[in-house]
């Protein structure tokens, strides 16, 4: 029976840094030092996890997408963000460098551009509606494979309070497909599906940026609000999403879906501030070994499933 291969790629921030890493110490095992995306049919990635898959399926090496995490994390999270700004009002920072940043990874690529068909969620504000980007690899799918690769991701990495809304040449605007698909596992069924697949051939292996769903007990909890959550009420968001959407595809696909993640220590020092949070650069160490350390513990059988034999390259439906 023939497969369907998925890649899936959580949100999460800097806490990209785990799954980059991941994928990293992976890459330079597979015997033929092929890419990863040469081994998925499909890679779904929301938020950071955009950015990696959109990288990934450019056959940028998961060395280089690491890379960007350590070397222009404290470009984009900066220590001290818009004169100590938390989010409440307005975001945290603006999206000027890593707009950059991502144009300097990308180019001037656009989504026609990937070697593997790709799903990325978002939503448009504008219209109050949840949106998929996708490659051409259905022949209904007529725009976005227009789009840059560095608007694609950026559109899905502006999570509320940390970035302002990405907004296109039509005045459309974007914010992190996380708030709906932070795991955008059953995005990748979907579409499996739609192309014909069943669920008896269809294989995910599903990688997460560190979990440990922010629990607080006490009067002093139980009477915040919005103010008081701040911006950790989108990390909230974030994990329950993902949380729920892994319940739902193992349900599906029993054996046939895998999950790499850890759970993170809780550092919490003040109120509900964490050194694991998504814009804490001071992670970056931590999370790489992380990574390295999952990667080293389930290679075996990670490649045993997803790694023995290359997929049929991909070709974007012409239009």
């Keep these: 029976m023939e497969e369907f291969k998925i890649l899936s790629i959580d949100g999460g921030g800097i806490r990209g840094v785990f799954p980059a890493a991941y994928l990293d110490y992976i890459e ?20 950071t996890g955009a950015i990696i898959a959109l990288a990934l399926s450019l056959g940028i090496s998961a060395n280089d997408i690491l890379k960007l995490y350590e070397e222009r994390g404290k470009t ?17 920072y603006s999206n000027t460098k890593l707009k950059a940043e991502l144009k300097k990874l990308f180019g001037d690529k656009l989504l026609n551009d990937c070697k593997t068909r790709v799903c990325i969620p978002t939503i448009n504000i504008t219209c109050g509606k949840t949106v998929v980007r996708k490659t051409r690899h259905h022949k209904d799918l007529e725009h976005d494979y227009l789009l840059t690769a560095w ?20 005045k459309c605007q974007y914010i992190d497909g ?13 579409e499996a599906y739609k192309l014909g697949y069943t669920l008896e051939q269809i294989k995910i292996l599903s990688i997460g940026n560190g979990s440990n769903l922010i629990h607080k007990d006490g009067w002093k909890y139980k009477c915040l609000g919005l103010i008081g959550y701040g911006t950790s009420l989108v990390d909230i968001t974030f994990q329950a999403q993902s949380q729920g959407v892994l319940n739902i595809a193992k349900y599906l696909l029993k054996d046939r879906f895998d999950r790499i993640d850890i759970k ?26 992380f990574g390295k350390d999952e990667a080293k513990n389930t290679i075996i059988s990670v490649k045993a499933k997803y790694f023995q034999n290359k997929v049929t390259a991909f070709q974007p439906v012409p239009n």
């Design 28 to 47: 330079g095992k597979i015997k033929d030092k092929g890419r990863i995306y040469e081994y998925f049919d499909m890679i779904v990635g929301t938020s």
């Design 76 to 92: 984009i999270f900066p220590i001290r963000p818009r004169k100590f700004n938390f989010g409440f009002i307005v975001p945290k």
């Design 151 to 170: 608007q694609v991701a950026t559109e899905s990495s502006a999570a509320p309070g940390f970035f302002p809304a990405f907004e296109d040449g039509d």
């Design 178 to 190: 996380g708030l709906w698909a932070n795991n955008p596992s059953l995005i990748g069924i979907a």
């Design 264 to 289: 993170l220590p809780n550092t919490s020092k003040y109120f509900f501030f964490s050194k694991f949070g998504i814009d804490k650069i001071g992670s970056v160490v931590s999370l790489k070994n």
